[in-house]
C-alpha cells in the first residue's frame, strides 16, 4: 500500500484537501476514516459530491478503513487517509496500519490543552493520543497546507522527538 498521507483534519474534505492536498500528493484514493459519518448517508453524498471523479473516495469506520488498508497492501494505489481526530489517527496505527508521518492540519478544541499553531488546538485527549503516536515511531507535524513549512510537533510541545 502506497499511504502518501494520513492527516487529522476536523473538516475532512475541504478546499486545502481539494486544492492543495490532493494534487501535491498526486493520490488516486481518499480514505475518510471515520465511525459517525460511515452512518451518515447525507453527509457522505455532500462530501462525496466535492471530490473530483478521478479520485476514488471510500468513507467508512476506522476499523473497516483499517482493514481494508492492511487487506489490499499489495495495490499500488496512492492513498491519503484522513481523521477528524488524533484518537483515530491512533486507532488506525494501533490496527496495524503502516505510516511513519502523521499531519495535523485543522483542529479545535473547546477545552484546548494545547494551541499548537493559528489551527491547531488540542484537548487533554487529543494530545495524549499524540504522544501515544510519537511512541509508536510515526512523527508527527503540523502542516495547513502543502506549501507552507511543515513544523515538527515535538518542536512546539517541548516532547522528545523519536526522529532526531
Known amino acids: 500500500m502506497t499511504i502518501v498521507l494520513v492527516r487529522v483534519d476536523e473538516r ?30 447525507i453527509q457522505k453524498e455532500i462530501l462525496l459530491s ?9 468513507i467508512d469506520s476506522v476499523d473497516r478503513v483499517a482493514s481494508m488498508l492492511i487487506a489490499e497492501n499489495e495495490r499500488e494505489v496512492r492513498r491519503m487517509v484522513l ?3 488524533p484518537q483515530d489517527a491512533l486507532r488506525l496505527k494501533r490496527a496495524g496500519v503502516d505510516f511513519d508521518n502523521l499531519n495535523l492540519g ?28 510519537l511512541e509508536e515511531g510515526v512523527s508527527v507535524s503540523i502542516q495547513s497546507v502543502p506549501f507552507e513549512k511543515p513544523v515538527d510537533f ?10 532526531t
Do not use: F, M
Open 12 to 41: 475532512l474534505i475541504h478546499g486545502q484537501i481539494l486544492e492543495g492536498w490532493l494534487p501535491s500528493t498526486k493520490a488516486q484514493e481518499l480514505l475518510i476514516a471515520n465511525d459517525e459519518l460511515a452512518q451518515d448517508l
Open 50 to 58: 466535492a471530490v473530483p471523479y478521478s479520485v476514488n473516495v471510500v
Open 83 to 85: 481523521v477528524d481526530n
Open 106 to 133: 485543522n483542529l479545535t478544541a473547546g477545552q484546548a490543552a494545547a494551541c499548537l499553531s493559528r489551527s491547531v488546538a488540542v484537548g487533554d485527549d487529543s494530545l495524549q493520543a499524540l504522544l501515544n503516536i
Open 154 to 163: 515535538c518542536d512546539v510541545c517541548g516532547c522528545a522527538s523519536k526522529h
